[in-house]
């Protein structure tokens, strides 16, 4: 899929057959995959960006790296983009990233509210005792 235009990314994260995603690895974009539990395939491009990355391939190990950041001005060829795509969805590696991502999704949708927004009710609590 090609959209020119700003996607409903999240609607298209959230998808059933979503199976990874392809990222630059802005904020936004990491929170979001991380909630709906799909892998993905980190290709920073500058920015928060490489450290972003880092933390999901490497801290969370949720996804893979496209391109290592020491390596950001070689180009990135199809067959390397083949291999991180291959492992990502079709390997022992890719199973093991997958499921450490859905297990991540669900103990951060069990942090969220009703509303789906994060809950955190002992900041709340100290609001409230020092706002009286």
């Known amino acids: 899929m090609v959209v020119r235009d700003w996607a409903p990314q999240l609607q298209i994260l959230a998808h059933k057959s979503t199976g990874g995603f392809m990222s630059h690895c802005g904020w936004n ?18 920015s928060d960006q490489p ?18 950041w020491v390596e950001r001005k070689e180009l990135v060829t199809a067959s390397v983009i083949k291999n991180v795509v291959e492992r990502l969805m079709a390997s022992e590696e890719g199973v093991e990233i997958r ?34």
């Open 29 to 46: 974009s990491c929170f979001e995959s991380l909630l709906t539990g799909v892998p993905v395939a980190a290709w920073p491009m500058h």
């Open 51 to 68: 450290l972003n990355a880092l933390f999901l391939t490497r801290v969370l190990k949720t996804g893979l790296v496209v391109r290592e």
């Open 99 to 132: 499921k450490g991502a859905e297990e991540l999704s669900a103990a951060i949708k069990l942090s969220m509210d009703e509303d789906g927004e994060a809950g955190c009710p002992d900041m709340e609590s100290f609001i409230a005792h020092i706002t009286r």
